[in-house]
């Protein structure tokens, strides 16, 4: 926050950004590529970071749903600088390796980023629009050449929902989280003024009569304070239903008006805002939308990763609406 809003030059910290993405990238494709890359995880679904054991990195870097939402700065940043085809090229080159990263959550904060870039940067900067539909036309029939294809265990398991609309096929597409989250209701019903604790859904939920998680095997014994317990998933995926079963009616409530505060003010800030201050607001809301299937607020890389965005986006709220607009 403190470099942003004392007009620290963002130049240099997009070019270290992109840095970072040509990495994210290169290991992407090895990862898909080569079957024993030091990168890969134990299961050899995922194609999208540094996963342990691997001899560079004591745990996992999980770079594709830090990458994905930083794109959407990076896109603002080309765009308002005048790198309009760079912007189409990176677009096109993020779009792929997102697909082959096999990261759900990833992908739809992607579609996020693109729809809102359809919808309001082409008014705003005038792209060409037959190119515009020509990059979306691509990009669409590359996503079916690789469903077709089956070009990740991932991407393969989450487009059976266009096949089976079930519950059991919709839960199978999410990896059980349908369960998960019916799970996470459960718990919240147990207590619905101030929830099971913080941080406590992996140790109420094999509690419950009968957990619908148990046939994903979520449930494992782990030793605590030198006794077993028997814990369930450390988080149910879904902000809102996570802050149900840990924190009640008190924790929704608290939720819902942080995002009812937020929301308000980007609906003032983007009318006549920068496309770099746009492009953080559309860089939070892409990473935290509160629909999206990610870990939840009270622990993991997810709370440090909600701060760093946050104080970017306030940083540079503070740069561009209380001093001189500097170069970036």
């Known amino acids: 926050y403190s470099e942003f809003s004392d007009g620290a030059a963002v130049k240099p910290i997009l070019v270290a950004l992109l ?17 024993d890359s030091p990168f890969n995880s134990a299961l050899g679904v995922h194609y999208q970071g540094l996963f342990s054991p691997n001899p560079f990195y004591s745990s996992k870097l999980i770079l594709s749903v830090v990458m994905v939402p930083l794109s959407a700065l990076i896109l603002s940043f080309l765009i308002e600088n005048g790198f309009k085809y760079s912007a189409i090229s990176y677009s096109t080159l993020i779009f792929f390796v997102t697909v082959v990263s096999g990261t759900r959550s990833a992908l739809f904060s992607l579609v996020f980023v693109f729809l809102f870039l359809l919808v309001f940067y082409l008014e705003k900067i005038k792209f060409p629009r037959s190119l515009s539909a020509f990059i979306f036309l691509f990009s669409l029939v590359f996503f079916f ?12 398991q989450a487009l059976i929902v266009f096949s089976d609309l079930s519950f059991q096929g919709v839960d199978k597409a999410l990896s ?16 619905p003024v101030f929830g099971v604790g913080a941080d406590n859904f992996k140790f109420a939920q094999p509690m419950l009569e009968s957990p619908a998680g ?5 449930f494992s014994m782990s030793e605590i304070g030198g006794v077993q317990h028997k814990i369930g998933a450390y988080h149910s995926h879904q902000f809102f239903l996570d802050a149900w079963a840990s924190s009640g009616a008190i924790g929704i409530i608290a939720l819902a008006l942080m995002y009812i505060l937020i929301f308000l003010y980007t609906l003032k800030m983007i009318k006549n805002a920068s496309f770099i201050l746009i492009g953080a607001f559309l860089c939070f809301w892409s990473a935290f939308l509160p629909f999206n299937t990610h870990n939840n607020l009270y622990g993991f890389w997810t709370s440090a990763w909600f701060w760093v965005l946050f104080g970017v986006l306030v940083g540079l709220v503070s740069r561009f609406n209380c001093k001189p607009v500097a170069s970036p």
């Open 214 to 218: 148990q046939k994903w095997g979520w």
């Open 176 to 191: 059980g989280r349908l369960s998960l989250w019916s799970d996470a209701l459960a718990v919240g019903n147990s207590s």
């Open 145 to 156: 050449l690789f469903w077709g294809l089956g070009i990740t265990p991932k991407t393969s």
């Open 19 to 35: 840095c970072v993405f040509g990495f994210w990238t290169l290991t992407v494709f090895w990862q898909f590529f080569v079957s």
